[in-house]
């Protein structure tokens, strides 16, 4: 299968890929967040074609996305007013909320789940073909399962060429983590199943009567995930990372001690950390080695191109790759649990 990269211009192109979804086909579309892998969401075929393209799990649920709040009451048994309180607040974003499913949603799109996640992208690319294919489009990220997540359409030609007939091209997504996660089921109460950009301030904020929990746990190997990325590794490099914690002076040191430990090993390894942090141990690392993220402490800066970082010494002689964390609140929050996730939990706190 050739596989097309497009940059839609006219509503024929749109109308194009709508075609392919409601085809049955595979479509990989930009989002604010991350690129996703679409396919109709009320097709369980083309469904499964998704996770046959991904190498995904099939007890991993899909999210569907809508190009406006009335399809959520489409896709959804019941939409509790906590629930559309938080879609009226941040969607179009990069919020899922999680809901009793309809009984037309497919259970492969749920993960044999009683519940589905939906979401409204911030992203006019996305909700245009969704308006064109006429379905909520179900999509989890367009990469191989495991890999990091794509957040340009070169990054989706990587792993998806061959895979799928066409890929959107939107240019590189603004946000560049998955969509905050957030279950709605309970009476009451609210639980954070994945962190992202609207952060649990922002959440407890909005609603400020309501419990707002965080699941920081990975789901048990006999159970079924709630959502996506609660059980199975995600966003790993090719190559082992190890990621340090800790105020900036601190985290230099230990980075240079263990670079220097590393390279005397006759190792080479690669350092993933801030414009300071690399400022400081120019004269140990080979620029050609380095990524730099933005300001200490700048999130958002962080977050737009973490998964480009993680990727972006696959194809290089690095046998191991450093990485400078941030603090776990806001959107620290999302980049931590990347991080953790990415590295098989090697943190190290200094």
Partial sequence: ???????????????RAAGLIRSGALVAFPTETVYGLGANGLDAAACTRIYEAKGRPSDNPLILH?????????????????????LTAFAPGPLTV??????????????GLATVGVRCPDNIIARHLIRAAGVPIAAP??????????????MVYEDMAGRIPLILDGGSCRLGVESTIVDCTEEGALTILRPGAVTREMIAMELP?????????????????????????????????????????????????EVLRRRAAG???????????????????????????GARGNHSA?????????????DLPVTSLLAEGTGA????????????????????YV
């Fill in 302 to 314: 962080f977050a737009a191109c973490l998964y480009d970082a993680l990727r972006r010494f696959d």
């Fill in 66 to 86: 809508i190009a406006d709040l009335t399809m959520a009451y489409e896709i959804a048994s019941d939409v509790p007013p906590i629930a559309a309180h938080l």
């Fill in 209 to 257: 009567h309501v419990i707002v929990r965080m699941d920081n746990a990975l789901t048990a190997e006999d159970e079924a995930p709630r959502a996506p990325g609660m059980k199975y590794t995600h966003y790993a490099p090719r190559a082992p990372l190890t990621v340090y914690v800790g105020a900036g002076a601190a985290v230099e040191n230990a980075l240079r001690d």
């Fill in 329 to 348: 609140v806001g959107l620290g929050l999302a980049i931590m649990n990347r991080l953790r996730k990415a590295s098989g939990g090697d943190i190290i």
């Fill in 267 to 293: 190792e080479s390894p690669a350092l993933i950390a801030s414009n300071e942090t690399l400022t400081a141990l120019r004269a140990i690392v080979p620029a050609e080695h380095t990524y730099h993220c």
């Fill in 1 to 15: 299968m050739d596989t097309e990269i497009l940059r839609p211009t006219a509503p024929a192109d749109f109308e």
């Fill in 141 to 154: 990220s367009a990469n191989t399962s495991g890999r990091p997540s794509p957040t340009t359409a070169a």
């Fill in 98 to 111: 999680i809901l009793p499913k309809a009984a037309h949603i497919p259970d492969i799109v749920t993960g």
